[in-house]
């Protein structure tokens, strides 16, 4: 939809506020803790967007008025905000870990926006971390960017996003013909390697007067799709042994069957 990219001298929250340009009314925008500021949630509500962010557990934030479903009504600065205090559980075979969770978001209405769902869906943020890794590691196959001057640099980071949106946009295209399949379930590797071969055999670069949203990339993938992802289990760490960071703690490359419980409390009044 868009993006902004720069030198690293500069932070991901002095280039966010230029994004601002593509939100509107309907959306909702999803922030790590480091945005969880008055300016830009003030700046994210302007353009008719909602936000749902996490805020430190020790936020003091006035409660206004109680939901029944547990969140209750405060303020970031002078922008109207729920609250939702949470704990999240994950059980594998190796044990059970409970983290707390503070939300915020500019969904006011409980009834429409239950703090489960929230809860829930803020959950789906992890998953841009399979972007980075298909873009990074399926795409360029863990090599570098070719040019070697911005005005190149520029082109070809915006070619790359613009293919994977593309690769993207026709695997959802693909699932939503069927309506009980999670689009996570679609490969990116097969979507990529099909969207190859029809270029290499220059198929089907003549669109036919008949619109197909499924297509030959679509066809592939419902004909071989993944199972049902895996909840995550573990935190980001460094994996690869190329990566020119450190490893981070300990990698455990297992797969465990896990359940998540979510139980929603009920903050104290000052």
Known sequence: MDAVFGPTADGETTYAPRLLRSLREGMIVLLARNFAAQSPVAAIATTGAQVLVRVKNGRRLPVLHRNRDGSYLSRLGTVAVRVIDCEISIATVTGRRTGRYRLVTTLTDHRTHPAAELITLY????????????????????????????????????????????????????????????????????????????????????????????????????????????????????????????????????????????????????
């Open 123 to 270: 959950h789906q943020r992890w998953e841009i971390e399979t972007a980075y890794l298909e873009i990074k590691s399926t795409i360029l196959g863990g090599r570098v960017l070719r040019a070697r001057t911005p005005a190149g640099l520029d082109q070809e980071v915006h070619a790359l996003l613009v293919t994977y949106q593309v690769l993207r946009l026709a695997m959802a295209d693909a699932t939503e013909t069927r309506p009980h399949v999670d689009p996570d379930r679609a490969s990116f590797t097969i979507a990529l390697n099909t969207a190859r071969d029809l270029v290499i055999q220059a198929a089907g670069v003549i669109a036919d007067t008949v619109i197909d949203l499924v297509g030959t990339i679509g066809r592939r993938v419902l004909a071989d799709l993944m199972p049902d992802r895996r909840i995550r289990t573990r935190p980001r760490v460094v994996k690869r042994a190329i990566s020119k960071y450190n490893a981070k703690g300990t990698v455990d490359r297992t797969s465990y069957k896990a359940t998540i419980s979510i139980n929603i409390l009920t903050t104290p009044d000052p």
